[in-house]
């Protein structure tokens, strides 16, 4: 005979394949007989932790000190009955599924192979996968993963022992998926690394490196690439393209692009744009405090020159203007932000625009301020020009050229970095031809490397 206890969504409890109905207080006790299988289990933690308030037969008349004895004898009821529809042909005592653990502190337990409990198997396939060679590990994930079939204990959801057991089970499911993720990676399978991603994201939908890290394996899925890597020619000196979130490179330092007046109030989005990364800058790494940021930018650029306008002629924003190129330089926890002014403010001081003259200028004065603090460190940017300060001339294959340009030139004369990371975002990355961006790159670095 077959018994099967399933506790994966809806609990089921299966005899030779045909499920065994059971009241939910029977159930609730085999339940959690199951979560310590094999184990003992003792007459009063059943009492105390499964029996709740009003289960079981009225008091009528029972004195309060007999609550306890009561309560017991509907645990000797409940097992009495888990025992007819476990083990039917040895009733009672005689049951050897449903044991009786005699002694000063007696309890039952259930004698069940670990893998006709769902959860028990589950949890047993992923201690085995820990230490396992990766192929063998990719295996008991991917067994132990098949068994989940929704969050697990929902019947008994309201007790606390199940609340405990619920949330370590749905934590491991997480973690199995990622480290499964991890390993499909490892191994160059594509799609089932695209399934994977693609269920994780459902339940964490602002997990924004898990949203970038499904982008690059679509990307590598339609195009064979994802991140672009280049050597520049100069000893430990990298150029690479990724897709992702510009302020999840915590290794980096990064550059912010700026108007002339370096604008930082979002209020509105009438001069700041929450989405732009001006505006991102502001609620991700000051908490919204743009006047905070506005006074780390004013000593960065106390000496910088600059033009004061009045507020006659400019309605809106700040009226001090610094020239293009002008570079703001902030400490930020262990690495640096540079700040640099690329686009112009028009005269009422709502739009920044920028031209390819601007930005090659701001990017030779980003270059300097690079060398002198960045420490050789990877530095990661944005797309500069592609964003609310478009750059018509130029689409963003264009723009990348043209920085990656501006970067050989400065980087011919002694390294700048170990890394230039160019930063484009999933949404965006979905419109670009990554080919072409590779041939554009590729051509670049072939015509810096003929310059004399």
């Known amino acids: 005979m077959a018994v ?3 506790l994966m969504d809806r609990a089921v409890l299966e005899r030779d394949g045909v499920a065994v109905r059971l009241e939910p207080r029977f159930m609730a006790v085999l339940i959690r007989l199951a979560l310590d299988l094999g184990g003992n289990v003792r007459v009063d933690d059943l009492s105390r932790e499964v029996l709740l308030p009003g289960d079981g037969p009225p008091v009528n008349g029972f004195a309060a000190k007999d609550e306890a004895r009561r309560r017991r004898t509907h645990v000797y009821k409940c097992v ?3 025992r007819t529809a476990l083990d039917p042909d040895r009733p009672g005592e005689a049951s050897v599924l449903l044991l009786t653990d005699p002694g000063k502190n007696p309890g039952y ?14 949890e047993r396939l992923l201690a085995d996968s820990r230490g396992a060679p990766p192929v063998r590990e990719v295996s008991l994930l991917r067994r132990a993963l098949e068994l989940w079939r929704g969050r697990p204990l929902v019947d008994v959801e309201h007790h606390e022992w199940a609340r405990r ?7 491991a499911h997480d973690e199995a998926r990622r480290r499964l993720l991890d390993l499909y990676e490892t191994f160059g399978r594509t799609d089932p690394a695209i399934e994977t991603a693609t269920a994780l994201l459902a339940d964490h939908p602002h997990d924004t490196a898990l949203r970038d890290r499904l ?43 700026f108007s002339d007046t370096f604008e930082t109030n979002t209020a509105d989005d009438r001069l700041v744009s929450r989405a732009s990364v001006q505006g991102q800058l502001v609620h991700r790494l000051y908490d919204g405090d743009h006047q905070l940021l506005d006074r780390e930018l004013r000593r960065a650029r106390r000496d910088a020159p600059r033009k004061v306008e009045a507020r006659e002629t400019k309605r809106y924003g700040k009226l001090t203007r610094h020239p293009v190129g002008t570079v703001a330089v902030l400490q930020q926890g262990g690495r640096r932000l540079f700040a640099l002014a690329y686009s112009q403010v028009d005269e009422r001081g709502l739009f920044a625009q920028s031209s390819v003259p601007l930005l090659e200028t701001a990017l030779d004065q980003l270059w300097h301020h690079v060398r002198t603090h960045a420490q050789h460190r990877p530095v990661a940017m944005a797309v500069l020009g592609s964003g609310l300060a478009r750059i018509n001339d130029l689409d963003r294959v264009g723009l990348v050229r043209l920085t990656v340009r501006s970067f050989l030139g ?21 419109a670009l031809d990554m080919n072409r961006l590779d041939e554009a790159v590729q051509k670049t670095l072939s015509a810096q490397a003929l310059s004399p």
């Open 80 to 82: 009495s009955a888990l």
């Open 215 to 257: 982008a690059r394996l679509s990307l590598r899925r339609t195009t064979g690439v994802a991140d672009l890597q280049y050597r520049t020619g100069s000893p430990e000196s990298l150029i690479s393209v990724r897709i992702g979130d510009l302020f999840d490179q915590h290794d980096a330092h990064l550059v912010i692009g």
């Open 4 to 6: 099967r206890l399933t």
């Open 109 to 122: 337990r259930l004698e069940l192979p670990a893998d006709s409990v769902d959860l028990i198997e589950f």
């Open 410 to 430: 400065h980087n011919a004369h002694g390294r700048l970095t170990d890394e230039l990371r160019i930063m484009i975002l999933p949404k965006d990355a979905a």
């Open 165 to 171: 057991r619920i949330q370590r089970a749905t934590a």
